[in-house]
Structures are given as structure tokens and as C-alpha cells.
């Protein structure tokens, strides 16, 4: 019998954007209630804390996308994801922005940075990706990103949301969701270029899929502890 050809660019790419965007956390509950100002002040911070340690994990699994690329020209291009989240100096970036957020809503810098106070499960989730960024191939890595489709509109309307629900939040403090909407478009375009040239047979087109699914379900189970520890718990309500 012989191997099932490989599915045509267009085919490839609406089946990404459909298994990446049925699954995406913008439906999970912690980000409705979110967008609907039904967070609690300490819910959102808890949120924010949170979200913090898988800022943190970004650039980890980005330098081992690199080291895994035996092309300058490739290394080149995604090393500017680290200098985005790491900043080229100290202060700026998005790790950066994200402490400013912390800020914003009230919480310590240092306890934020620190990470001690996430969530065991939250640890746990996020250091699942830097795993699966370890251990598949580079396609696949590159494919697990592809999550950043879906970020710009995701990251538009909490900007809306925040300003409406959560006006003890200076605006300035949300420069980390409004330098995501035009980096992610990006960022999103030149991965799934990667992705289609290089996920040249049937298998590795299911693989590059399987790795985007993984980092969807990353996602949500990150939002599934958040929830059950401050949203659903009696403490909560």
C-alpha cells in the first residue's frame, strides 16, 4: 500500500487554523468570565501571576527552536523572539511588560518574578512545553507555535475588555497585549511558512498537527488550575 501523499499548501493550512482554533483557550471559562468583567480583582491577579511562569518558559523553548535549525539564515530570523520577550537590554520586552502588568494590578514584582507563588499545576504545564519543543522535531516545534494564530484577536479583544471591565488598571499597563497584536501576526505568518515547506509528507503534516493540539491543550489545563483554585473554590465565591 502506498503512503497517502502529502495534503496540498491550502488543505495543510485550513486544517492547522481548524484544529488550532476549535480548541484555542479563548473559549475556556477563565478567559470568557475575563472578557465579561466577571473576574474578581484578586481572580484577574491570580491569573496574571500565573500566566507569568509560561512567559517565562517563551524564550526557553525558543532557544532550543534554535538549537535545533542547522540554517543561519532561520536562526536569524527566530532568534528575534527571544530579543522580544528578553529584551535586548534589561527592563525591556515582554517579560518586561508582563511585570508592569503585574504591577498594574496590584501585585509584587518581586513575588511575580520570583514564580514561588504559581500553581503547581500551572509549573507543571508549561514546563510540558519546553518539553515537547525538546523532544520533537523542528517542524513540530515550529508547529506547536502556531497557536499565535489566533493571539491577535484574542489579544484586540482583552485590550477592549480590560478598558471596559477593569478600569483600576492603568491603560498604559496593558502595552504588553497591544505589542502582541502586530508581533504575533508576524510571528504566526513566518512559522506556518516553515511549517508548509518543511512538513513535506502526510505523516509529518499529522505530526506538525499533534504538536499544535498539545500546545492548545498546554494552554487550557493552565486556565483548567486557575480556574479550579481561585475561580471555583469556595474562597471564590
Not at 62 to 87: Q, T, V
Not at 92 to 113: D, F, I, M, P
Request: proline share 3%; net charge neutral.
Amino acid at each position: 500500500m502506498s503512503e497517502r501523499a502529502p495534503l496540498a499548501r491550502e488543505e495543510f493550512v485550513e486544517w492547522l487554523r481548524r484544529e488550532g482554533a476549535s480548541r484555542y483557550h479563548d473559549r475556556h471559562r477563565v478567559h470568557v468570565l475575563m472578557h465579561e468583567g466577571k473576574l474578581t480583582r484578586e481572580q484577574l491577579q491570580q491569573w496574571v501571576l500565573n500566566r507569568y511562569y509560561y512567559q517565562t518558559r517563551i524564550p526557553i523553548k525558543d532557544a532550543l527552536i534554535l538549537a535545533k535549525s542547522e540554517d543561519p539564515a532561520f536562526r536569524r530570523a527566530w532568534i528575534r523572539r527571544i530579543h522580544d520577550h528578553d529584551g535586548e537590554t534589561a527592563g525591556e520586552g515582554g517579560l518586561a511588560l508582563w511585570l508592569r502588568l503585574a504591577e498594574g494590578v496590584g501585585l509584587s514584582r518581586t513575588e511575580v518574578e520570583s514564580t514561588a507563588s504559581v500553581l503547581p499545576g500551572v509549573k507543571f504545564a508549561c514546563d510540558a512545553y519546553v518539553t515537547l519543543v525538546r523532544e520533537r522535531s523542528l517542524v513540530e516545534a515550529v508547529a506547536s507555535s502556531l497557536t499565535e494564530f489566533f493571539a491577535p484577536d484574542l489579544m484586540s479583544r482583552r485590550i477592549l475588555a480590560w478598558e471596559k471591565h477593569y478600569p483600576w488598571v492603568n491603560a498604559e499597563m496593558l502595552a504588553y497585549f497591544r505589542a502582541r497584536v502586530p508581533r504575533a501576526r508576524v510571528d504566526s505568518a513566518e512559522a506556518i511558512e516553515f511549517v508548509v515547506a518543511h512538513a513535506t509528507s502526510y505523516e509529518l503534516q499529522e505530526r506538525c498537527v499533534a504538536a499544535l493540539i498539545r500546545k492548545t491543550e498546554i494552554l487550557w489545563h493552565l486556565l483548567d488550575c486557575v480556574e479550579a483554585a481561585y475561580v471555583r473554590s469556595p474562597e471564590a465565591t
